[in-house]
């Protein structure tokens, strides 16, 4: 039990994924993001919010909702591909809730870094045509470089 996380916090997750075949394409046995960042993939974004610290929910995600029309291309990880089009299913423990970092209170070095990734994460948004999920990103990390020593 305990409130349900709002955008801007930071929540830690459990997650196990999924596709129709039974082969798992995500495992994950603590997955931090912030909300409402754009980090993870929106099924995550939309249900994690629903959800009790404690609590253990599925989600059945459509493709826009998982890794979209072109699916996952592999990558270094050991994961494999998503194919394009692939619904997902997911398995979700809600392990903590707290405060969003402030970036403004973090070290010039640590949010040069921040900003690197959120713009790496506006990139790949941008790469598959997301352009609303760009900008967000794109101004999160200007937001992370906003601020004293920057």
Do not use: I
Not at 93 to 107: A, F, I
Not at 132 to 147: I, Q
């Amino acid at each position: 039990g305990g409130p349900r996380p709002r955008p801007g916090q930071e929540v830690s997750v459990k997650v196990l994924g999924a596709l129709e075949d039974g082969g798992l394409v995500e495992r994950d046995p603590r997955l931090t993001f912030v909300l409402g960042h754009g980090d993870v993939v929106q099924a995550l974004e939309l249900g994690v919010p629903t959800m009790e610290p404690g609590e253990v929910s599925f989600f059945l995600a459509a493709f826009p909702y998982g890794y979209g029309r072109p699916g996952r291309r592999r990558c270094a990880r050991r994961e494999p591909d998503v194919p394009p089009e692939a619904p997902l299913l997911f398995e979700v423990t809600l392990l903590e809730v707290r405060d969003g970092p402030d970036s403004q209170r973090l070290p010039p070095a640590v949010r040069l870094r921040l900003g690197a990734q959120r713009r790496e994460r506006g990139n790949f948004h941008f790469a598959r045509g997301d352009f609303v999920a760009a900008l967000r990103s794109y101004r999160l990390a200007l937001s992370a470089l906003d601020g004293p020593g920057a």
